[in-house]
């Protein structure tokens, strides 16, 4: 009795083996990681922004557009923040049909107001209260942008802290699609 214990023991721990290292091998090497990707069009939403009107995905329609996930708890975010803000300013002063959402991660609406005007940030500010968008997009690192083309497909995708020049990069492409 005890040899065939030891032999369903040894098939239950090859067992377990294989199953772990499967489901290890599948998130670690998987590219599936849920994030919209190139070519795909956003998942549309709608949220309550800073300026206490409701904003849709839709009243974005026809416009080269940027969405950036960012949190105050977020130093990257804080960094990139003046940097979308002065592309912001740049393009719409030429007159493209250009726009940037700032789509915040849970944060209450005078944390959010606070932050837009202690860096001067006169784009879009939407609340995300219970992450709902953010999970819908796939984010899971912050910031992460979506830079939108005028037809509403994503044209690229940033995960991570960007820089004034990265930005306005991404921005002439997506104004030339």
């Not at 006169?122 to 939108?148: C, Q």
Request: charged share 25%; glycine share 12%; with cysteine.
């Amino acid at each position: 009795m005890g040899k065939y214990r030891r032999i369903t023991q040894i098939v239950i721990f090859i067992g377990v083996l294989l199953l772990g290292g499967y489901a290890i091998g599948k998130a670690l090497f998987s590219s599936d990681d849920g994030l919209v990707r190139k070519g795909e069009a956003p998942p549309a939403f709608a949220l309550l922004g800073t300026d206490g009107e409701a904003h849709k995905l839709d009243d974005y329609k026809g416009k080269a557009l940027v969405i950036n996930f960012w949190g105050t708890f977020c130093p990257p975010c804080v960094t990139e923040t003046p940097d979308l803000q002065k592309q912001y300013e740049k393009w719409r002063s030429e007159g493209k049909p250009f726009e940037v959402i700032g789509i915040n991660l849970g944060e209450d609406q005078l944390t959010a107001n606070q932050f837009a005007q202690q860096y001067g940030v006169t784009y879009d500010i939407l609340l995300d209260k219970g992450r709902k968008v953010m999970a819908e997009y796939g984010v899971k690192s912050f910031p992460t942008t979506f830079f939108v083309k005028p037809d509403g497909t994503v044209m690229d995708v940033f995960v991570g802290g960007m820089t004034e020049k990265d930005i306005e990069s991404r921005v002439t492409k997506l104004l030339q699609s």
